[in-house]
């Protein structure tokens, strides 16, 4: 039965999309949108590198205009955490002591960054960024601090790491492994991001592990490393990715590894509840396996497919994974799925050296994933080289006279 009233705990960006996948796929009846933040929906990408950075307004950063709401009818209940889902009475409590009933549930929950376990990490000048008044807080230290030191080469270390430099204060990296990005990317690709880095003056310290936060008995003032070296810094910016919100849903007894476990159409073991964005480790057709995607693309489109799910749809979600950054003059796409070691060759179209080229990453001659690097308008071409699933020439695929429209079926 269609169910006549729906609830969605996590009101960020895939909850915002997916209550306006609801309301367009015609869903007319009661659709509670609950969070615990205090802003209107918004989209993160921006808080490490254009809000960030002073570039872009914070009224730009927003899912929806704030009628948005209003106009499709949406309860949006902000500032609200929810503490308890009770799957028998299918309700949801609510921090302020309400319930909120539902025949549909949808779990948006997001993730959180990860805490460094090391002595020192709490105090105060020890950073990370998840949400709006963090990146607000970093900015301010653009302006007040003249060094600062980051654990963790990832995504958001870099971008953070490249925001600093560009406001000129001194940034120290401190990574574990022997490049940033390292599993991502792998060794072949991964020294374009240790050299984009290097090259702005970024300290980059690679096989180094964090043994504490340095502080002056009040605030960090750097970071001890394991082999007796120290980073002296004004503040700590941790960046050692993020785990996802999956409390509400151990409690309330759903399958959860790696986040809330879902099949295809993003239903999780109770079927009327659904999970989606960076907290659903869902069945891909495509790749074969579950795979839980922390990235922008995915919580803007995955929420929609849950909302068609949840009203009857017959839904597999089986979308090429894609994610994108920005970095100093660097900005890319990246399409596909592939593990740490699950490719056995790398094709490049162009020079890495120049920072403007494809990389691909091939197992058993087929595309498992692609890389434009300061080269647009071809992600959708590399999106089809993956799904396509074909064995494809590695001299054409090198080759930059053969256009990718040419390649595979
Ligand atoms: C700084 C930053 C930069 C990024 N840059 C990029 C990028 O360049 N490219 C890219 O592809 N991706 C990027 N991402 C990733 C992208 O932003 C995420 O994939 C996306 O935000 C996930 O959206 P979500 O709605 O699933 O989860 P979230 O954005 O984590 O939102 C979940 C929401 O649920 C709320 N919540 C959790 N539990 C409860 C509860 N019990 N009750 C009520 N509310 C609750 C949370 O507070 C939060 O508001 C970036 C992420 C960050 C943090």
Do not use: C
Not at 182 to 211: K, M, N, Q, W
Not at 325 to 339: C, H, K, P
Not at 389 to 394: K, T, Y
């Amino acid at each position: 039965m269609a169910p006549s009233s729906i609830v969605i705990i996590g009101a960020s960006l895939a909850g915002a999309k997916a209550a306006e996948g609801l309301r367009e796929a015609g869903f007319e009846g009661r659709l509670t949108l609950i969070g615990d933040e205090h802003e209107l929906p918004y989209e993160r990408p921006p808080l490490s590198k254009g809000y960030l950075q002073g570039k872009e307004e914070r009224g730009k950063i927003f899912v929806h205009p704030p009628g948005w709401y209003a106009d499709q009818n949406i309860d949006l209940l902000l500032g609200v955490a929810v503490t308890g889902i009770d799957r028998d009475r299918r309700t949801v409590a609510r921090a302020d002591g309400h319930t909120v009933a539902y025949d549909a549930l949808l779990l948006t929950t997001g993730a959180g960054p990860r805490h460094l376990p090391v002595p020192g990490a709490d105090v105060d000048g020890v950073l990370s960024l998840r949400k709006v008044s963090d990146s607000e807080r970093i900015k301010s230290l653009f302006g007040s601090a003249s060094r600062l030191a980051f654990v963790g080469g990832g995504w958001i270390g870099l971008e953070v790491a490249a925001a600093a430099r560009e406001a000129g204060v001194a940034a120290t990296i401190v990574e574990m492994e022997s490049l940033p990005l390292l599993r991502v990317l792998g060794p072949e690709v991964a020294g374009v991001f240790a050299d984009l880095h290097r090259d702005h003056g970024v300290d980059l310290r690679t096989g180094a592990r964090v043994a504490g936060i340095l502080t002056d008995g009040r605030r960090a003032t750097g970071v001890q490393l394991a082999d007796g070296a120290r980073v002296d810094a004004d503040a700590v910016i941790v960046a050692i990715g993020a785990a996802p919100n999956t409390e509400l849903a151990l409690e309330a007894g759903l399958d959860v590894a790696n986040g809330v476990l879902v099949d295809a159409s993003l239903r999780t073991s109770d079927p009327n509840i659904y999970a989606a964005g960076d907290v659903a480790n869902a069945f891909n057709p495509l790749v074969g396996k579950h795979i839980r995607v922390e990235h922008w693309d995915n919580a803007r489109r995955q929420p929609k497919a849950a909302a068609r799910a949840m009203l009857g749809e017959q839904v597999a979600d089986d979308r090429v994974p894609y994610f994108f950054t920005d970095q100093f003059d660097l900005g890319m796409e990246y399409a596909g799925y592939v593990e740490p070691g699950g490719y056995d060759s790398v094709v490049v179209r162009g020079e890495l050296a120049s920072r403007k080229f494809i990389s691909f990453w091939l197992a058993d001659g087929r595309v498992r994933a692609g890389m434009n690097v300061n080269i647009w308008g071809v992600n959708d071409q590399i999106q089809r080289l993956v799904r396509s699933g074909q064995r494809i020439d590695p001299a054409r695929l090198a080759d930059p006279n053969t256009p990718l429209e040419e390649l595979g079926a």
